[in-house]
């Protein structure tokens, strides 16, 4: 099983590259210039739509190589304090910008003036090291760190992207805001060095980027990135089934994207759930059994969300599940026992801090496996 797994063409939960990775164009063309010409970006959407994926693989296209650019990575999904981040984001653009541990060394002597990194190193030292940063010399020089990547593309005569995933993370340190007034006031007279920065969490992202009393107003560009189009989710399937030496039609395939709502993680995996039981050809019945197989190892996850929810919440679940739309009108309210109007937004609000549901255009589901699971599981008790 665990063979046929790993030969399986379909891919969930990591970075979605190479053959794994599909569409995407219009975005590609868009980030890629905006990283050429040195605008910011800000990418959003909901979990796993695909933000990693598509910046990883913008920063490995082709149309890079004659541009002097360099692409630097931080991801805060462990970093909590603002310590942390100088830390790992010093360690990032000395990294990226420098290949061997002797040259690191010289290039960070040359770099600070005030603050003295301290590094640490493993076995291999030009791959495995971390940096240390004194908490007070960083209160006294942030600016040293903070205007770092500028300083070094000055000096080496290149372009920098620093990309920050996860970046809704800043959230946790102490003080956010006069965190974010700083890095806006570096970060804005940068000309070499451009700033891609994504996450998933929409309300705080958009309360960061788009409200005007907040530092990053007006930071760049900011893209919401869509779903995938169920077209290129059956093309994409019928390829990767054909590839392995296995049949699906059209309408199956179409089946498997409707199933999941073009969800790009819900669809891999759903295909690849079904690719794993199909012999040769893939019939209606695989399906139905791959998505039961899907809801069979999700139900005590999902049993245990559900158990979180309140009876109001469960009822508006159970009107989205029936497509409702007006939660708020009189026939809602009674039939799903919603109580009043103001309690129709205050549930929803709870439902959408507790990142089950989200506004993506027209409302809905996070999940669409836990959508499918309430409806053929809990529902239908
Ligand atoms: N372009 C794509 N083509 C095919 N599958 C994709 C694509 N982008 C994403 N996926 C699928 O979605 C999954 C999640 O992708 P990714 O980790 O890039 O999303 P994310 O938005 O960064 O998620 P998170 O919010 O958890 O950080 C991948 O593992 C893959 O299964
Ligand atoms: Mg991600």
Redo the contacts with the bound molecule.
């Keep these: 099983m665990n063979d046929d797994r790993d030969k399986a063409p379909?891919?969930?939960?990591?970075?979605?590259s190479g053959p794994?990775?599909?569409?995407?164009e219009k975005e590609t063309t868009q980030l890629l210039q905006n990283f050429h010409v040195g605008i910011n970006t800000i990418l959003i959407?909901?979990?796993?739509?695909?933000?990693?994926?598509?910046v990883?693989?913008v920063t490995e296209h082709p149309r890079n190589k004659d541009k002097n650019i360099r692409y630097c990575f931080i991801d805060l999904?462990n970093i909590r304090t603002e310590q942390e981040f100088y830390e790992a984001y010093v360690k990032e653009l000395i990294k990226v910008t420098s290949t061997k541990w002797e040259e690191r060394v010289e290039q960070a002597k040359k770099l600070f003036k005030k603050i003295i990194p301290q590094f640490t190193v493993g076995l291999n030292p030009d791959n495995d090291f971390s940096i240390g940063l004194d908490w007070k010399e960083i209160k006294k020089a942030p600016e040293e760190i903070l205007n770092l990547a500028e300083t070094i593309c000055k000096a080496k005569k290149i372009k920098l992207v620093v990309c920050i995933?996860?970046f809704q993370n800043i959230s946790f340190f102490d003080d956010p805001l006069a965190f974010q007034k700083k890095l806006r006031a570096h970060w804005q007279h940068h000309k070499h060095t451009s700033y891609c920065l994504?996450?998933?969490k929409r309300h705080l992202l958009m309360e960061l980027f788009s409200s005007p009393s907040k530092p990053f107003y007006k930071f760049g560009d900011v893209i919401f990135?869509e779903k995938?189009k169920e077209q290129y989710w059956v093309s994409?399937i019928k390829k990767r089934f054909r590839e392995t030496g296995k049949n699906i039609l059209p309408s199956q395939a179409l089946r498997i994207a409707q199933a999941m709502e073009n969800h790009?993680?819900f669809?891999?995996?759903l295909s690849q759930q079904t690719w794993l039981l199909t012999q040769k050809e893939c019939t209606d019945k695989t399906i139905d059994r791959a998505l039961q197989n899907l809801l069979d190892h999700s139900t005590i996850l999902y049993q245990r969300e559900t158990d979180n929810l309140t009876n109001n919440q469960l009822n508006f679940l159970k009107a989205m599940c029936d497509n409702v739309k007006q939660f708020s009108s009189a026939a809602s309210i009674s039939t799903y026992k919603l109580g009043t109007s103001a309690n129709v937004i205050r549930i929803r609000e709870a439902l959408e801090n507790k990142e089950i549901i989200d506004t993506v255009g027209s409302l809905e589901f996070i999940d669409p496996l836990y959508k499918t699971w309430l409806i053929k599981v809990y529902f239908r008790r």
């Excluded at 794994?20 to 995407?24: E, I, S, V």
């Design positions: 379909f891919m969930f939960g990591k970075i979605a794994d990775f599909t569409n995407r959407s909901p979990r796993r739509w695909g933000k990693s994926s598509l990883k693989k999904f995933d996860e994504y996450g998933s990135l995938i994409f790009p993680y669809v891999q995996q």
